[in-house]
């Protein structure tokens, strides 16, 4: 029995989930019927257990639910990332071969083939529910599509046994139960938005309320509804910053939360001891598409100012180790690479496997190529993130991708992107460029314009910065440092 159907039984007439954006509730009870019908339309349309479904569309209540049908038939769920250009759509969708897409108007927009999922529920209604299927914990049912560091796309693969893993580590840590109230707004392609936005709080009978995307103001005022009774909220430091500067902000109106949970990016402990000053615990935390939760800080104002700047720690259910360049494990204070080990771990990469086993030590450890050093308290701290890989606004950005679309132009020798400190977004690209002879770096929204055509916006680069050469080292690497120094003094 799925924990959706464990909770219909418990306590049928409970909210269960809310969706703001079209003013629509609903129970334990009726959400499970609506769930075990869309898997009857799945199976009608021949989905069976291994096929992959895929989503484009902006948060709605239709994507939980049919993400949780595709589990209970066996399928795949594959959201896609509405953000993302049509050639980069069209890359993914061909790696993933999904059987179905469902989409919002974002599909009519590319012009692709698919089911309204605006259409699900009605078209569902009259179906007749079959007798449930129970998957095996380890039947893979979630593939989160992000860039690898070579640029390429790459789906994590997560099993219903990972994903009730990341419920339970989140719960731990998050203070979740039966009265906590989500709003779930984080993009719904992303862990936060599907997976630690919904699963605790469906997991143990407490409610989602689902919106279709952060807009300060509006935010600001549901998290500030009592009628709404908003308890967990998670965002990245920039999305909390900006509520903050709304002229309504009014930490008064912000006791009924539980916590305002950040992560996606680094968090300034100046910027933490703003919300701690008004009473207010800012939580962050530190997890990824592969592992779901893994770090957080404890829900206690004077913890949180004791160690502000930290991530917390793991549960007991997560194994973790730091190891140091020479395979050696760090000791207190010392950097080293986050390792782990746990029954949250993803099973592979999709239809990367010499890839994925590269991630795994010998002795089974999953390498996340992120660095952190442990306190003496045994809190954790990230002090540097994969390489090269930055952060604009809580998207990751890889500047080998960026890169290889900017070497198309016929006027571009040679290029290097480097991410640098911006006061919105946090970070954003600087990209820096070797010209053939006979160009000069003068029309830079022509650039612009071009890159727009194969990448998402978030991706394009804030500055451009026309050099001579780009800085190597004896083996031939470019020397991203020095171009961060060269930034730094212009």
């Given at each position: ?125 009259h179906l007749k529910p079959q007798s449930e299927s ?249 002090v540097d993130r994969k390489k090269d890989m930055f ?96 930034f730094k003094t212009d």
């Amino acid at each position: 029995m799925g924990f959706l159907s464990v909770q219909a039984r418990i306590r049928p007439h409970k909210l269960a989930v809310e969706d703001l954006t079209f003013n629509r509730r609903w129970t334990y009870a009726e959400f499970e019927l609506c769930v075990a019908q869309i898997a009857t339309k799945l199976r009608q349309q021949h989905v069976v257990k291994g096929d992959r479904v895929a989503c484009l569309s902006k948060n709605r209540a239709e994507i939980v639910a049919l993400h949780i049908a595709c589990a209970s038939v066996g399928a795949i769920f594959v959201p896609l990332n509405w953000r993302l250009s049509l050639d980069e759509l069209k890359r993914i969708m061909t790696d993933c071969e999904p059987r179905l897409l469902f989409a919002d108007n974002i599909g009519e927009k590319h012009g692709l083939q698919y089911l309204k999922i605006a259409d699900l529920f009605e078209e569902t209604q009259h179906l007749k529910p079959q007798s449930e299927s129970v998957s095996d914990p380890k039947t893979p049912s979630l593939m989160l599509y992000t860039s690898g560091t070579t640029g390429n796309p790459k789906g994590v693969i997560l099993s219903e046994g990972n994903l009730d893993e990341a419920a339970i580590n989140f719960t731990i840590l998050g203070k979740v139960d039966i009265q906590s109230r989500f709003l779930a707004e984080a993009p719904m392609f992303h862990i936060i938005g599907l997976v630690t936005s919904v699963r605790p709080a469906l997991y143990f009978g407490a409610t989602i309320l689902i919106s279709d995307g952060f807009i300060p103001e509006r935010t600001l005022n549901r998290i500030s509804d009592e009628t709404l009774g908003i308890t967990h909220y998670f965002c990245v430091p920039q999305m909390a910053n900006a509520l903050r500067q709304e002229p309504t902000f009014d930490p008064l109106k912000l006791k009924g939360l539980t916590a305002l949970f950040t992560g996606g990016a680094p968090h300034p402990e100046v910027q933490i001891r703003t919300w701690l000053n008004d009473g207010i615990p800012i939580v962050d935390g530190y997890g990824m598409s592969e592992a779901g939760t893994v770090f957080g800080m404890p829900i206690d104002l004077q913890l949180i100012a004791q160690k502000a700047g930290c991530v917390g720690f793991a549960t007991s259910r997560v194994k973790v180790r730091l190891i140091k360049d020479d395979g050696c494990e760090a000791e207190c204070g010392e950097p080293g690479e986050v390792q782990l080990k746990g029954k949250n771990i993803t099973q592979g990469y999709w239809r990367r496997e010499e890839e994925f086993l590269a991630s795994l030590t010998d002795d089974g450890w999953f390498c996340t190529g992120d660095i952190a050093t442990k306190d003496a308290d045994g809190y954790y701290r990230i002090v540097d993130r994969k390489k090269d890989m930055f952060i604009s606004g809580g998207e990751n950005v890889y500047p080998t991708e960026v890169e290889a679309v900017v070497l198309k132009l016929e006027s571009v020798l040679e290029c290097s992107l480097i991410g640098v400190p911006d006061e919105r977004w946090g970070e954003v690209g600087c990209l820096f460029i070797v010209l053939k002879s006979g160009y000069q770096l003068e029309d830079k929204q022509a650039i612009l314009s071009f890159l727009e055509i194969h990448l998402a916006r978030y991706k394009l680069p804030k500055y451009m910065k026309s050099i001579d050469n780009l800085p190597r080292n004896g083996g031939g690497k470019v020397m991203k440092h020095v171009l961060r120094a060269a930034f730094k003094t212009d």
